[in-house]
């Protein structure tokens, strides 16, 4: 696998251009799709230039001068070609030590063909190359840029033994994982290439040229219906495009994905998380402390006459946190309220069903576990104060915060007052082995649990569990080397599944 050299690209101006511009400097502006490649582009392990040719009008110039010093795209060379449009210099000693490909809209013979002398790779994208040169490769879409790339570096460069894994999840979750330069499109040390799947383009063609999918599937719930529970996928409505990756993955059963679909369901209920984690029980051991999941109970409405009765059945006291059921997906899952007396269930904007769980007094600290692949990491991180507190500043109401965005955190005099949390009461072991279990359990590559130590009894209760978390509280240094083994890992065992 010839992968000691690096890979440059160079993007012509003609790529990059929206030609429908005018000629005005203010007027001047990208292609529709440039500014998400060169954002992907950044992070990619791949050296990119931009190229233009010298007598271009001024304003377009600086228009490019601006956008490859710019922040959101990193450091981006800018070469001027001379005006009978022959490679720089530059270019042509690239070509000793590099792979190369260039990539233009509209492209010169004479250009192309020392390029091609120099074993550069050349293509087009669009229809505005009107010429037909041969060992062009045209690509149709700027979106199908990156996969092209992709699967050019891996037959032409690399090697069959670097994967591709195609990638789906919303903006900002890629983005986290592409700062951490998580998403190389030139292999990792893993032999691994990332690349953006797009709804835009047909799906089918997508799946064909990337060895495995890593998704999260969660992001792309339209709507779910909480009473389906048990049956999910049932009561699950998709987006358009996971749809088709559902059912191309039904088709194509020896096709790898990371993880199961059916194995990532059961996280989106907090009662059908709440039987997983019962389950800790069997890990009980004489010494230790005791692992274990909150009280809960599941109510359909706030208004039942027999509440309080339900609550000492499942050996729950107030203050109660109430959650909905649904665990992830939809905009509501996190909107949640803290329940001092039974008065304060009447008024409850809380979606339903629901699940009231017991608040667990725990020094306002909370430990973010993260299992990734083999590995297992954790991190301290403040949180919400002991009940005492939270109620003396909820006026006689039930305090509502949305968990992803408002959870009500202690102050530095609160967690004085405490006696804040230390982390040697956090038996770290007994944790990972709960993690480990969990992995068994679950047949899950990456997910997330948070557990925090009751006062008093050194409980260990895990209280939220959720999949392919952004494990940001990790260093880099630790965790991108984790990931990739993970997701090489998962590829070989899917794939020797298939197999088998």
Known sequence: MAMGRSVRLVLDASLLLDPSSTREAAAVALRPGVEELLRRLR????????CYAEGMPTNESGFLEKVASSHLFGSILLLAKSGNLSPTELMLEWSRTSFCFYVASRVDKGLISELQNQNWRVLS??????????GV???????????????????????????????????????????????????SKDSLIFVPLSFELPLSLQLQEVDMVLHKITDEIVKIDPNCSIDFPKGI?????????????????????????????????RLQIQKILVRLQELGAEGKPKLRAPYSLKVDNFHDGELDKHLAEANLSFPLIVKPQVACGVADA????????????????????????EYVDHGSKIFKFYVIGDKVFYAVRDSMPNAR?????????????????TLPVATKEQQLQTGVQDSKLLDANLVE????????????????????VQEGTGDHVIVDLNYLPSFKEVPDSEAVPAFWDAVRQAYELRRGNAQG
């Open 43 to 50: 992070y990619s392990n791949l050296s990119v230039a931009i």
């Open 125 to 134: 994208v669009g229809n505005e190359c009107n010429i037909d040169v041969p």
């Open 137 to 187: 490769l045209n690509v149709q879409r700027l979106q199908e840029l990156l996969l092209t790339l992709a699967s050019l570096i891996k037959r032409e460069i690399c090697g069959s033994s670097v994967l591709v894994i195609g990638y789906i999840m919303k903006k900002s979750r890629e983005e986290d994982f592409a700062k951490r330069g998580a998403f190389p499109i030139y292999p």
């Open 237 to 269: 409505s998709f987006s358009a495009g996971m749809s088709e990756i559902i059912r191309f993955v039904e088709e194509h059963p020896d096709f790898c994905i990371m993880d199961p679909f059916k194995n990532i369901y059961p996280l989106l209920d």
């Open 334 to 357: 996190h909107n949640m309220a803290l329940v001092f007396q039974t008065e304060e269930f009447s008024n409850l904007s809380v979606p339903l069903p629901a699940v009231l769980q």
């Open 389 to 405: 507190f939270l109620k003396s500043s909820s006026g006689g109401e039930a305090l509502t915060f949305n968990s992803l965005k």
């Open 433 to 452: 082995e709960a993690a480990k279990f969990l992995k068994g359990l679950l047949g899950l590559t990456i997910f997330g649990f948070d557990v925090v």
